[in-house]
C-alpha cells in the first residue's frame, strides 16, 4: 500500500527540539519531492519546506527550501536507506504547535502540489 | 510570495444544491492552481490540479475553472460527504508554495 505515515510529534518547552519523521511505503522517497506541510490549531495550511528527489537536475538534486517562518531552525533531510524523510526543528516557539503532515509531490520531478499525504503529528509548543 | 485569498470563508448549502468557491491570487498563476478537500482530523486530499485536471478518483461532480488569478472550483450537487474546508494552492512562483485561507462548506 502506498502512505506516508508521520512519527516523532509531541509537546516541547519553548526552544527546544524536535525531530519528526515520515516513513514511506509503495514509493521510494528518493524519487520524488517531498514536503512537510503543517496546519497550526483551527488555522489553514502551511507549507513549511521541501526536499527535491535525487533523479533532479544533476546540480539541483536534493536541494532543499523553507518557508522564511522557520528558515535557519528546521532542516529538512532524507534517508534513502530507511525511505523516511525527516524534519528537524530547533529553537521551537509556540507559534510552531501545529499538526505538521508529510506530502509527496505528485510528479518526480516536482510540480508543487501533492497528491499523497501522512495523517500528521501533533507538535505542541509549551511551557 | 503569491498570495492565495479564497471567499466566502463559509458557504452554507443545502445538499443537493450546487456549490461555487472562489480562489483569488496576488499575481498571475496561469494554471498552477491545485485544490484540497479536508475532512475534520484527516490529511487533505487532492482534487484537482492544473486549474481544471481532476485527481484519480475524483467525482465528476467536482469541477475546476479558471486561469490567471481568478479560479473557482464548483460542486454541482452536493453530497453528505462533500461538507468539509477546501483549499486552493498555488504552485506557480515558488518556494514558497502558498495556501489559500479556506472555505469551509457546510450544511444549510
Known amino acids: 500500500e502506498v502512505q506516508l505515515v508521520e512519527s516523532g510529534g509531541g509537546l516541547i518547552q519553548p526552544g527546544g527540539s524536535l525531530r519528526l519523521s515520515c516513513a514511506a511505503s509503495g514509493f521510494a522517497v528518493s524519487s520524488n519531492y517531498m514536503s512537510w506541510v503543517r496546519q497550526a490549531p483551527g488555522k489553514g495550511l502551511e507549507w513549511v519546506s521541501i526536499?527535491?528527489?535525487?533523479?533532479?537536475?544533476?546540480?539541483?538534486?536534493?536541494?532543499?527550501h523553507y518557508a522564511d517562518s522557520v528558515k535557519g531552525r528546521f532542516t529538512i533531510s532524507r534517508d534513502n536507506s530507511k525511505n523516511t524523510v525527516n524534519l528537524q526543528m530547533n529553537s521551537l516557539r509556540a507559534d510552531d504547535t501545529a499538526v505538521y503532515y508529510c506530502?509527496?509531490?505528485?510528479?518526480?520531478?516536482?510540480?508543487?502540489?501533492?497528491?499523497?499525504w501522512g495523517r500528521g503529528t501533533l507538535v505542541t509548543v509549551s511551557s | 510570495e503569491v498570495v492565495m485569498t479564497q471567499s466566502p470563508a463559509t458557504l452554507s448549502v443545502s445538499p443537493g444544491e450546487r456549490a461555487t468557491l472562489s480562489c483569488r491570487a496576488s499575481q498571475n498563476v496561469n494554471t498552477y492552481l491545485a485544490w484540497y478537500q479536508q475532512k475534520p482530523g484527516q490529511a487533505p486530499r487532492l482534487l484537482i490540479f492544473g486549474a481544471s485536471t481532476r485527481a484519480t478518483g475524483i467525482p465528476a461532480r467536482f469541477s475546476g475553472s479558471g486561469s490567471g488569478t481568478e479560479f473557482t472550483l464548483t460542486i454541482s450537487s452536493l453530497q453528505s460527504e462533500d461538507f468539509a474546508v477546501y483549499y486552493c494552492?498555488?504552485?506557480?512562483?515558488?518556494?514558497?508554495?502558498?495556501f489559500g485561507g479556506g472555505t469551509k462548506v457546510e450544511i444549510k
Open positions: 506530502a509527496r509531490d505528485r510528479h518526480p520531478l516536482g510540480d508543487g502540489y501533492f497528491d499523497l
Open positions: 494552492q498555488q504552485y506557480h512562483n515558488w518556494p514558497p508554495l502558498t
Open positions: 526536499i527535491y528527489s535525487d533523479g533532479s537536475d544533476l546540480y539541483i538534486g536534493g536541494s532543499t
